[in-house]
């Protein structure tokens, strides 16, 4: 089974738009086996695309509050995602990291707030450049944010791997690179969940996936599916994504 997770980021403008890109959606997507999608509207379009999403593809959100509830103004809880239709959480995600300055304490928080709700979590981790010391970084980067995550929550626990030099730039990480560091965080997903659990466990990759060069990374059996930014705001582009990404023997 491979995930693949639309971040819609900060689009469409409107409303209708939104209905449109997801109703479209949905019905390029049919019936699909060995894959799972989610599309992941900003907030405020949650709810007026809440009764497009199906078994087939899932409503998720790009963010989440930290804490169930509370004086937590501007804060929106994962209960709150579930109760609206949820079933998935972006959460960490680089342009998060870099733009509001998330922590990684907020992003520990709330991948384990996310999971306590019962929704599952895509935990975003990934180098800045690839030079230096980027192996640690990526290396730390993963054990800081699964510390606090109980293995009871695990089933519901989706890795990542985003270079942030690939996030919207137009250039991809190659497919063999994104194994190795695939490989990377699976160490600390062993470290720290044992090895049975850890090689379940789904790391998805993300950055300037197209419908071009999706072929070349759903050949590698390692990558188990990917989040896809501005490739999934057209319906037919995002389908083709999709269909690619199967894996073979699934289909
Ligand atoms: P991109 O974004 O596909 O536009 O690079 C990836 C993401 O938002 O995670």
Request: glycine share 10%; proline share 4%; aromatic share 8%.
């Amino acid at each position: 089974m491979r995930y693949v997770i639309a971040n819609w980021k900060m689009y469409p403008q409107r409303r209708e738009d939104a209905l449109r890109i997801f109703g479209d959606t949905v019905a390029m997507m049919g019936a699909m086996r060995g894959i799972r999608v989610a599309i992941c509207p900003p907030f405020v379009w949650l709810p007026v695309v809440s009764s497009l999403a199906k078994s087939t593809v899932w409503l998720g959100a790009q963010d989440s509050g930290w804490a169930d509830e509370g004086a937590f103004t501007g804060e929106i809880s994962p209960t709150m995602l579930k109760n609206i239709g949820c079933r998935l959480v972006i959460v960490g995600h680089s342009e998060r990291r870099t733009h509001v300055a998330e922590s990684q304490e907020i992003i520990r928080k709330k991948t384990v707030a996310t999971l306590r709700a019962g929704l599952f979590a895509v935990l975003c981790v990934g180098e800045q450049q690839r030079e230096g010391e980027w192996e640690k970084e990526i290396l730390e980067q993963t054990r800081s944010a699964i510390a606090d995550i109980a293995q009871d929550n695990i089933q519901r626990l989706l890795i990542a791997y985003e270079p942030v030099w690939a996030v919207g730039t137009g250039k991809a990480d190659s497919p063999k690179d994104t194994v190795t560091s695939i490989l990377l965080v699976r160490r600390v997903l062993k470290d720290k969940f044992g090895a049975a659990a850890a090689e379940q466990m789904p790391v998805l990759y993300g950055g300037s996936i197209n419908a071009q060069n999706i072929h070349g990374f759903a050949v590698e059996p390692e990558i188990g599916g990917f989040l896809v930014g501005h490739g999934s705001l057209d319906a037919g582009e995002f389908s083709k994504i999709v269909m690619a990404a199967r894996l073979k023997e699934e289909t």
